[in-house]
């Protein structure tokens, strides 16, 4: 990305390390400027910044325009009826996602500038003496695996605009180019596999503390098991992406990749008791200086296709139990129902609330063991064990949602139903998976149209800034509903 924007990107990120964010207690905080770090790197400044890199990688998640409110909505997952910002209809469900607003123009700048500051992690490494081959090895896996989650939340929010994947360059030299979507997949890949390998002679401990979020996978050991899970759902979105082009043996050979990668995973299919939540989340804190969950504003709402899509349960009146427990009737304060409104949209109104997430601490899961399982059970079907894989449907389905089991042989379009449904309940409102899996899998047509104004917004659009530095460039001109046949992307 061009230079001004990435330099005071990376700087945010660092400048927020004079507090202790994160839920994190870092031991040595100081401060390390940009250009210290990168000219004169000492072990403290590197374990700071890899304590930084966390930070980086949790923003632009929680926050009212963030990941989970803004592509929820997207999938009408849910509405923000903000009355002091109609952009939230306006723009986001009635409009082409504008590149330069705090709508369209995100998910990029941010995740680019912790990339950037991976980078100059991983090049001070080798010039601090005190740091032993396995410490240098942990950070080198750490932080190459914390680059391809924040370059995969870049491809997944612009899709078929593609990306850029040469980051690791001077400032001063000329921008790299953005390349199509699957070789930046193809990069997100090489980044999770040579931080495996980097991890695998990172010895028992890392030299800096991971958030609380990560509690259980804060050993180069345990956190190889979180790099293979993120590598599982890579090969996923790969798989299914090759099936749009038609090309059944790519499609093939990613669902096995995918099956191998979540054997090395902490998936947990087995166990007497399984504990779907079992993962890696974002956390957050009301320290003075770290971030809270801003998922809690008033103005968020569900949308109301979860509640009429919900299927019962086996007694025939209540609903999906993942349902029931992630979302609420709103009511005034007589507890009367009040349905609420839009006021920029009078035609958009819904009578339900979520309770996903309670405060404004509660963590957001960023893959956890519910997920890890129907991304196997996806990849069962796609490689030919149907049976197995309505097994691991029912598995999420019968213990998560308290639903009856499937039962029989499905079509490939009846399973997909059947996956789409499960997944829907299970992440719901968790990052935005009911838009980015409908459009893996080609039904982007059944995201419902509340009213005669809204549209079906595809994709974010490369923002202003990065396209005004690169004149001319043919990613700039997609826009977020243009539709763009698979074998062109």
Not at 164 to 187: G, S
Not at 212 to 229: H, L, Q, S
Not at 322 to 348: E, F, H, M
Not at 408 to 428: A, H, V
């Amino acid at each position: 990305m061009h230079t001004k924007e990435l330099t005071l990107a990376i700087s945010a990120i660092l400048g927020s390390l004079v507090l202790a964010g994160c839920d994190l207690e870092v031991p040595d905080l100081n401060n390390p400027g940009l250009e210290e770090l990168e000219n004169n790197p000492t072990a403290s400044g590197i374990n700071t910044a890899a304590t930084g890199l966390l930070i980086g990688q949790r923003g632009g998640k929680a926050a009212t325009t963030g990941l989970v409110n803004q592509l929820g909505i997207l999938g009408r997952e849910s509405f923000d009826f903000d009355i002091n910002d109609g952009r939230f209809v306006l723009e986001i469900l009635e409009a082409n996602l504008v590149k330069n607003s705090a709508f369209g123009g995100v998910f990029w700048a941010g995740n680019y500038a912790n990339i950037r500051l991976g980078n100059i992690i991983l090049h001070g490494v080798d010039k601090v003496a005190e740091f032993s081959d396995e410490e240098k090895a942990g950070l080198k896996g750490f932080a190459h695996t914390i680059q391809a989650t924040d370059l995969l939340t870049v491809i997944l929010t612009h899709e078929s605009t593609g990306a850029v994947i040469d980051t690791d360059h001077a400032l001063t030299d000329p921008l790299a180019p953005i390349v199509p979507r699957d070789q930046v997949y193809t990069e997100i890949a090489r980044l999770l596999d040579q931080g495996r390998d980097e991890l695998a002679g990172a010895g028992k401990a890392f030299t800096f503390p991971l958030s609380a979020g990560y509690k259980g996978f804060d050993t180069p050991a345990t956190f190889t098991k979180f790099n293979r899970a993120v590598k599982a759902r890579v090969a996923v979105y790969q798989a299914s992406l090759a099936a749009l082009k038609g090309n059944t043996t790519t499609q093939v050979a990613k669902y096995n990749e995918a099956l191998t990668e979540l054997g090395a995973s902490f998936l947990d299919d087995v166990s007497a008791t399984i504990n779907f939540q079992l993962g890696v989340s974002y956390v957050y804190s009301t320290n003075k200086g770290d971030a809270t969950n801003g998922l809690i504003n008033t103005f968020i709402f569900a949308h109301p296709a979860l509640q009429t899509d919900a299927q019962k349960q086996p007694d025939g009146t209540t609903l999906d139990a993942r349902y029931v427990s992630k979302t609420d009737l709103i009511l005034d304060k007589d507890k009367n129902p009040k349905p609420a409104t839009s006021t920029v949209d009078g035609k958009l109104t819904t009578p339900i609330k979520f309770k996903i997430y309670p405060t404004n601490v509660t963590p957001i899961p960023f893959i956890r063991n519910e997920d890890l399982i129907l991304l196997k059970a996806e990849a069962l079907f796609f490689t030919g064990d149907v049976t197995n894989a309505i097994k691991e449907l029912n598995i999420v389905r019968t213990n998560s949602g308290k639903l009856a089991p499937l039962a029989g042989t499905p079509s490939e379009t009846t399973f997909i139903d059947y996956l789409l449904y499960e997944r829907r309940y299970s992440l719901m409102f968790e990052g935005g998976h009911r838009w980015i899996d409908l459009r893996r899998f080609g039904r982007f047509g059944d995201l419902p149209l509340d009213s005669d104004k809204e549209v079906r917004n595809f994709r974010y659009p490369i923002p202003q800034g990065e396209c005004d530095a690169r004149p001319g460039e043919p990613a700039c001109m997609i826009t977020s509903k243009d539709v763009i046949p698979p074998a062109m992307q």
